[in-house]
């Protein structure tokens, strides 16, 4: 712009392009000059802005001569600085104590100033309000907003009523309720994108360089950037592996299924003592059913007319055990089951952190030939065969606008609800049988709900049917803000059959032989995938940024590169009593240190993997729409 030109810029190396809690943000602003210029300062700002947008439906009176009253839709803003914090880059600090000038003049030249900033763990919400620096145009819509659109007769009115009162009575009172609950304070929340003007929350570096005549222009320039939060629970530990993440504590769901009136495959048939040699404890090997063939018409023809029936040998043979079995239908019950540790997680990109269970509370060996001597081979009762898993995710954004008149304020909320399908396996007659359950040890199975009792049996469905149930990259991790709050609900469907289907074309066949079973999960953390590193735990500790040299007014970079490095850390103290220098004073100083406490020893356990930690970075992506409109 004329003879002045400015850029920022972001160091991206170290974060892949995407910033989380503790990280030290970097950059530097490049002014080029090509002819003098005044200035009062160059400030570089530090913004976080959640912005939500509602159309609220309003009668408004048209003054005609029937004075009618139409139905017209009203556009709401509420926007929030999630984050906010500044930085003088010029004049340098030590000119702007002991100058009193208010301008400063730049010869021709290229000036390149460095920032650092550090993101902190919790929000910081300003309500963005105010009316001079709140008129924004809608270029698309033609729409005209004052503060965020509240600006109206009745808030003119309010407020000047409102300001007089406290001049009268100064006012030591504390804002409106409404006001107080409406901010919260929580861990910053990330970058959000793609729903349009409904919801957002975008990240930036701003830099602004005041001109020293109001009717010049400011010059300014953006550099938007993704933030990622760390996965902390409540008490801003790691999630994972806090103490809310303990091998006992299960998140589960489970659902009963029956399969009513089924006959075993193989029925076993006990022999008369009397016509074995065996001994009263043994038992004949199961056979199956006597069938009795069909015969032709000639085979009916030349066959020998049967003797008629011995009336003393059938009542001799009353008393024994007839060969032909006596079949009964039963009813096989058993529970779908979708289990978590607890809490109950998602993370995209990774496997499944959840396991399927098929669980029961009848003792397995019914559904084996274990009578019979043979315990390792199945009668078929307790098979089932899985031929469908559907997985869906109901993302669930929920807004809210603060409506104000200057006296009464009142929220307006909204929802939308995306359904994102996350698998639809179809497996064809995969046989799973309840004889192959072993009896659970989990928190899960001892708990007396659903009609189990404390004897449960599962059996678990392989992880390789279900491996490619994975979130997709692009999912914000679950968070709650002033006025943006994401939630996710996991809905599982199994569709479960007590015999083999023929014909998967043939619907009438699945309508009759399909049973599906549907587990909802509610509430279920979405995380980020991004847990805590060694370099991040010590930027934790540390309540201050490194300390730059700023570069005076007329210093310069060569080829843009910047001069003012941050100056190495101090050596720790030596302590009382020794000597300086020496092999002997490095030792007694080492001996020196305390030694690690279990809790340091514990916390580093826990650290996340570098290059785990770099792949979650990158894989958060954001909508086009989110470098845009920044203000």
Same mark, same amino acid.
């Given at each position: 712009?004329?003879?002045?030109?400015?850029?920022?810029?972001?160091?991206?190396?170290?974060?892949?392009?995407?910033?989380?809690?503790?990280?030290?943000?970097?950059?530097?602003?490049?002014?080029?000059?090509?002819?003098?210029?005044?200035?009062?300062?160059?400030?570089?700002?530090?913004?976080?802005?959640?912005?939500?947008?509602?159309?609220?439906?309003?009668?408004?009176?048209?003054?005609?001569?029937?004075?009618?009253?139409?139905?017209?839709?009203?556009?709401?803003?509420?926007?929030?600085?999630?984050?906010?914090?500044?930085?003088?880059?010029?004049?340098?600090?030590?000119?702007?104590?002991?100058?009193?000038?208010?301008?400063?003049?730049?010869?021709?030249?290229?000036?390149?100033?460095?920032?650092?900033?550090?993101?902190?763990?919790?929000?910081?919400?300003?309500?963005?309000?105010?009316?001079?620096?709140?008129?924004?145009?809608?270029?698309?819509?033609?729409?005209?907003?004052?503060?965020?659109?509240?600006?109206?007769?009745?808030?003119?009115?309010?407020?000047?009523?409102?300001?007089?009162?406290?001049?009268?009575?100064?006012?030591?009172?504390?804002?409106?309720?409404?006001?107080?609950?409406?901010?919260?304070?929580?861990?910053?929340?990330?970058?959000?994108?793609?729903?349009?003007?409904?919801?957002?929350?975008?990240?930036?570096?701003?830099?602004?360089?005041?001109?020293?005549?109001?009717?010049?222009?400011?010059?300014?320039?953006?550099?938007?950037?993704?933030?990622?939060?760390?996965?902390?629970?409540?008490?801003?530990?790691?999630?994972?592996?806090?103490?809310?993440?303990?091998?006992?504590?299960?998140?589960?769901?489970?659902?009963?299924?029956?399969?009513?009136?089924?006959?075993?495959?193989?029925?076993?048939?006990?022999?008369?003592?009397?016509?074995?040699?065996?001994?009263?404890?043994?038992?004949?090997?199961?056979?199956?059913?006597?069938?009795?063939?069909?015969?032709?018409?000639?085979?009916?023809?030349?066959?020998?007319?049967?003797?008629?029936?011995?009336?003393?040998?059938?009542?001799?043979?009353?008393?024994?055990?007839?060969?032909?079995?006596?079949?009964?239908?039963?009813?096989?019950?058993?529970?779908?089951?979708?289990?978590?540790?607890?809490?109950?997680?998602?993370?995209?990109?990774?496997?499944?952190?959840?396991?399927?269970?098929?669980?029961?509370?009848?003792?397995?060996?019914?559904?084996?030939?274990?009578?019979?001597?043979?315990?390792?081979?199945?009668?078929? &009762? %307790?098979?089932?065969?899985?031929? /469908?898993?559907?997985?869906?995710?109901? @993302? $669930?954004? !929920? *807004?809210?606008?603060?409506?104000?008149?200057?006296?009464?304020?009142?929220?307006?909320?909204?929802?939308?609800?995306?359904?994102?399908?996350?698998?639809?396996?179809?497996?064809?007659?995969?046989?799973?049988?309840?004889?192959?359950?072993?009896?659970?040890?989990?928190?899960?199975?001892?708990?007396?709900?659903?009609?189990?009792?404390?004897?449960?049996?599962?059996?678990?469905?392989?992880?390789?049917?279900?491996?490619?149930?994975?979130?997709?990259?692009?999912?914000?991790?679950?968070?709650?803000?002033?006025?943006?709050?994401?939630?996710?609900?996991?809905?599982?469907?199994?569709?479960?059959?007590?015999?083999?289907?023929?014909?998967?074309?043939?619907?009438?066949?699945?309508?009759?032989?399909?049973?599906?079973?549907?587990?909802?999960?509610?509430?279920?953390?979405? &995380? %980020?995938?991004?847990?805590?590193? /060694?370099?991040?735990?010590?930027?934790? @500790? $540390?309540? !201050? *940024?490194?300390?730059?040299?700023?570069?005076?007014?007329?210093?310069?970079?060569?080829?843009?590169?910047?001069?003012?490095?941050?100056?190495?850390?101090?050596?720790?103290?030596?302590?009382?009593?020794?000597?300086?220098?020496?092999?002997?004073?490095?030792?007694?100083?080492?001996?020196?240190?305390?030694?690690?406490?279990?809790?340091?020893?514990?916390?580093?356990?826990?650290?996340?993997?570098?290059?785990?930690?770099?792949?979650?970075?990158?894989?958060?992506?954001?909508?086009?729409?989110?470098?845009?409109?920044?203000?």
């Amino acid at each position: 712009m004329g003879n002045c030109d400015v850029a920022i810029e972001i160091d991206r190396a170290t974060s892949g392009g995407t910033f989380t809690n503790y990280d030290v943000l970097t950059g530097s602003v490049k002014l080029t000059v090509t002819g003098s210029i005044s200035l009062n300062y160059i400030q570089v700002k530090l913004e976080g802005i959640s912005k939500t947008e509602l159309s609220i439906p309003r009668e408004v009176l048209r003054r005609d001569k029937r004075d009618r009253r139409e139905k017209r839709d009203k556009i709401l803003q509420d926007a929030h600085r999630v984050l906010y914090d500044t930085l003088i880059v010029f004049p340098p600090e030590n000119i702007r104590q002991v100058s009193k000038a208010k301008e400063f003049t730049l010869t021709p030249g290229t000036y390149t100033y460095p920032f650092t900033f550090k993101l902190p763990l919790n929000n910081s919400c300003i309500k963005l309000s105010g009316i001079t620096n709140k008129v924004s145009f809608n270029m698309k819509k033609l729409d005209l907003k004052i503060n965020n659109g509240n600006f109206n007769s009745n808030m003119v009115k309010n407020m000047a009523v409102s300001y007089l009162q406290g001049q009268q009575m100064p006012s030591t009172s504390a804002p409106p309720p409404t006001q107080q609950a409406y901010h919260v304070t929580a861990q910053l929340p990330p970058s959000l994108s793609g729903l349009g003007e409904f919801a957002s929350i975008k990240y930036f570096v701003k830099v602004t360089c005041k001109r020293s005549s109001f009717l010049k222009v400011n010059l300014r320039a953006f550099d938007p950037f993704i933030f990622l939060p760390l996965d902390l629970d409540s008490h801003n530990l790691p999630l994972i592996h806090s103490e809310d993440y303990e091998e006992y504590r299960e998140a589960f769901v489970r659902k009963d299924v029956v399969f009513k009136n089924r006959i075993p495959e193989i029925i076993g048939v006990k022999m008369p003592s009397g016509k074995v040699s065996m001994s009263s404890n043994d038992k004949l090997l199961p056979q199956a059913p006597l069938v009795v063939p069909r015969k032709s018409f000639l085979q009916k023809l030349f066959e020998p007319p049967a003797p008629p029936p011995n009336p003393r040998r059938n009542s001799a043979a009353s008393g024994s055990t007839s060969p032909r079995p006596q079949v009964n239908t039963q009813d096989v019950p058993f529970a779908f089951e979708i289990r978590f540790r607890h809490p109950a997680f998602l993370i995209p990109t990774k496997l499944p952190s959840f396991k399927l269970y098929l669980v029961s509370n009848v003792r397995p060996s019914v559904y084996s030939l274990s009578e019979f001597g043979r315990p390792e081979e199945s009668n078929g &009762l %307790g098979v089932v065969y899985l031929q /469908r898993l559907v997985m869906d995710l109901t @993302s $669930t954004t !929920t *807004i809210s606008v603060l409506e104000s008149d200057g006296v009464l304020n009142e929220i307006h909320k909204s929802r939308h609800d995306d359904v994102i399908n996350i698998c639809n396996n179809t497996y064809q007659n995969l046989k799973l049988d309840l004889m192959n359950c072993k009896r659970s040890k989990n928190s899960s199975s001892t708990t007396a709900s659903n009609n189990l009792a404390n004897n449960v049996y599962e059996l678990e469905i392989p992880k390789k049917y279900f491996a490619n149930c994975v979130l997709p990259d692009y999912l914000s991790p679950s968070f709650r803000t002033c006025n943006i709050q994401r939630k996710y609900r996991l809905t599982v469907v199994g569709g479960f059959s007590s015999e083999k289907i023929a014909d998967f074309n043939n619907s009438a066949e699945l309508t009759r032989k399909l049973s599906y079973v549907d587990l909802q999960i509610n509430d279920i953390k979405v &995380l %980020g995938g991004l847990t805590m590193t /060694r370099s991040l735990s010590e930027g934790a @500790s $540390t309540s !201050t *940024i490194p300390t730059i040299n700023k570069p005076l007014p007329d210093e310069k970079t060569a080829n843009g590169a910047d001069s003012h490095l941050v100056p190495p850390p101090k050596l720790p103290n030596r302590p009382d009593g020794l000597p300086v220098g020496g092999a002997s004073s490095a030792e007694s100083s080492q001996d020196s240190l305390p030694l690690p406490t279990y809790e340091d020893v514990m916390k580093e356990s826990t650290y996340q993997n570098p290059s785990d930690h770099q792949r979650a970075r990158r894989r958060y992506q954001q909508h086009e729409h989110y470098y845009n409109n920044l203000e």
